[in-house]
């Protein structure tokens, strides 16, 4: 009997644990809550789930830059990749981005399947032949738009090899605005484990150009591999639109139904386009402070997005389809509960965040950077430029979900405007910024980052100047939700102030067991560096977590209930929780 127990209970964990990851889908259909607890439960689910998943495919993006930088080190070669993706990244920001999931999602919730399948054909199809033009223009013309960036880089022996990167570039933004297009239909699902295995795929190929194909092809060979990884990351939604039964098909796009999409995404697409023209310009002047600054600085931005994407994005993506359903269901007051649990979530673990790594940023840096041609200078300066971009960490996270909540309220116009105004900002104090005599703030900056004695800290200020531009940003967008999520910034105050708290008693516990472990053994080895900063780590995180405990915060609270009822549910100290009868079998 108790063996059949036994036997009944793991089958029916398994089978409720498979039915949550798998969610089989049953067909389109619009979701109603019948009270507001049950959408907050389902958000903390998918935040989590994703977050896990997250951290799987950023441990792979860092295995990309480790790869990266293990192979040509912050040189000119890397330098040449990190600057030809600008200009397709500016393609996708302003062609694909029309047809994006942020866009397509509030349209098709609640939509049956005929009427998805045409608006998805139709988007496709516009995608394509729109698209398709524009980057056969910009594909001829790209050697002139890449000497006029980067004079430098175009008189280099790479030059050859640079401009048919970057015409290979522009296959990537095509398929990854068709991705959108069918990944409106995997999160509209709640498909999130699919979701986020994209971009594990599309590492997996950027590792296998530069690995395989580099060696044979040189830069065109990573180009490819960039193209086998945008495959992968547009098939893994394939299975999902199909179950759906909203395969699009070639449909010419008619102006009554493209008409709401194009109005509701230009906006986007143009928000989109200033940030990557922020970038664009950024790389431009990184490019002209010397080599290997573009690759210092886009490897400070990668390892800042690990935590913003296991923080900042699981709980956006996680949020945007309830905040699109609730608004269509005029469901003010449960719009407003998901935003705020979603921000304060964001903002107490992305404090915490910042905390730790500020402190273990250089062991950050050695663990995931620190091999092959990689050299300590570099090291050093990535490590400088880290601890200026983990500063941004709260306000990056919380753009992701405030322009979700904005574009949920077809309110599509003010990221862009509040866009604008932040890249414009951060263009004028990167100019102020270098024609500040050295010996004024760039060389104090330098200084508290203990790096005055490394060549190329311009790029700091550069860094510096990106991050005053986010918080400029965020903090309009803060202001214009108090129409639509009125007392959201009320409800921000205490997990801030919390996180800070934190933040400092974790940063100060992990500082003093690295000075504690300073005299025991040297850091000559990776082995050495990383038991070093883990062991600092979770101190430090324990740290937070204790002062966490005893400042009674709410969202520790509900994380630590949570794992707590997981660990006693796989334990066998209680039962398996049936399903709530507020939380929909299929949403």
């Not at 994209?198 to 591999?225: A, D, E, M």
């Not at 005599?437 to 330098?446: D, I, Q, T, V």
Request: hydrophobic share 55%.
């Amino acid at each position: 009997m108790e063996n059949a127990a036994e036997k009944g209970y793991y089958e029916a964990m398994v089978r409720e644990t498979y039915e949550r990851i798998a969610a089989p889908i049953r067909g389109l259909r619009k979701a109603a809550y019948s009270r507001i607890a049950a959408p907050i439960r389902g958000l903390h689910q998918a935040a989590y789930l994703l977050a896990a998943l997250t951290l799987a495919s950023q441990a792979l993006a860092l295995l990309r830059d480790r790869t990266f930088a293990h192979t040509f080190g912050a040189g000119q070669v890397l330098d040449l990749y990190y600057a030809a993706f600008r200009m397709p990244d500016l393609v996708f920001a302003l062609v694909s981005s029309l047809v994006s999931a942020y866009v397509i999602i509030p349209l098709i919730t609640g939509q049956d399947r005929d009427a998805t399948r045409r608006l998805l054909s139709e988007s496709a199809t516009f995608l394509l032949s729109v698209g398709g033009v524009i980057c056969v223009i910009i594909g001829i013309f790209m050697p002139q738009f890449l000497a006029f960036l980067y004079p430098d880089f175009v008189t280099s022996a790479y030059q050859p090899q640079f401009v048919l990167l970057a015409r290979i570039l522009l296959v990537q933004p095509i398929l990854l605005g068709l991705s959108g297009v069918f990944a409106s239909v995997t999160q509209v699902h709640r498909r999130f484990v699919l979701f986020a295995l994209s971009p594990v795929l599309y590492n997996l190929g950027i590792i296998f150009g530069t690995v395989v194909l580099y060696p044979l092809w040189g830069l065109p060979g990573i180009g490819i591999g960039v193209v086998i990884g945008a495959v992968g990351y547009f098939a893994v939604n394939i299975p999902v639109v199909i179950g759906a039964g909203v395969l699009p098909r070639f449909r010419l796009p008619s102006f009554a139904l493209m008409r709401p999409v194009v109005q509701n995404s230009v906006p986007r697409s143009l928000a989109l386009g200033v940030n990557s023209f922020t970038m664009l310009f950024l790389t431009a002047m990184a490019s002209r402070l010397g080599t290997g600054e573009v690759s210092v600085f886009t490897f400070a931005g990668n390892l800042e997005a690990v935590p913003l994407a296991i923080i900042g994005s699981s709980y956006a993506v996680a949020a945007f389809p309830a905040l699109s359903e609730a608004l269509s269901l005029k469901k003010h007051d449960e719009f407003m509960k998901i935003l705020s649990t979603s921000a304060r979530h964001i903002i107490l673990w992305s404090i915490v965040a910042l905390g730790l790594v500020v402190v273990l940023r250089a062991h950050i840096v050695r663990v995931v950077l620190g091999t092959g041609a990689f050299n300590w200078d570099a090291t050093r300066l990535t490590a400088a430029l880290l601890a200026i971009a983990v500063v941004g960490l709260v306000v990056d996270a919380l753009e992701l979900l405030f322009s979700r909540a904005l574009y949920a309220a077809r309110q599509s116009w003010r990221p862009l405007a509040y866009q604008i105004a932040g890249g414009a900002l951060t263009v004028v104090l990167a100019f102020v910024f270098l024609a500040m005599p050295n010996s004024s703030m760039p060389a104090s900056l330098a200084a508290f980052l203990k790096v005055s004695d490394v060549p190329g800290t311009g790029i700091l200020l550069l860094a510096l100047a990106n991050i005053l531009g986010q918080f400029f940003l965020v903090f309009l967008s803060l202001i214009a939700l108090r129409n639509i999520a009125p007392g959201l910034s009320r409800t921000l105050l205490r997990p801030a102030l919390d996180g800070s708290i934190a933040a400092v008693a974790g940063g100060a516990a992990a500082y003093a067991v690295l000075t504690l472990e300073g005299g025991i053994a040297p850091l000559t080895t990776l082995m050495s560096v990383l038991t070093q900063g883990l062991v600092a780590g979770i101190v430090g995180l324990a740290a937070s977590a204790l002062a966490l405990y005893f400042l009674e915060n709410e969202e520790f609270g509900i994380v630590t209930s949570a794992l707590g009822k997981l660990i006693r549910t796989h334990t066998g100290r209680s039962a398996i929780l049936p399903p709530s009868g507020d939380e929909p079998l299929q949403p």
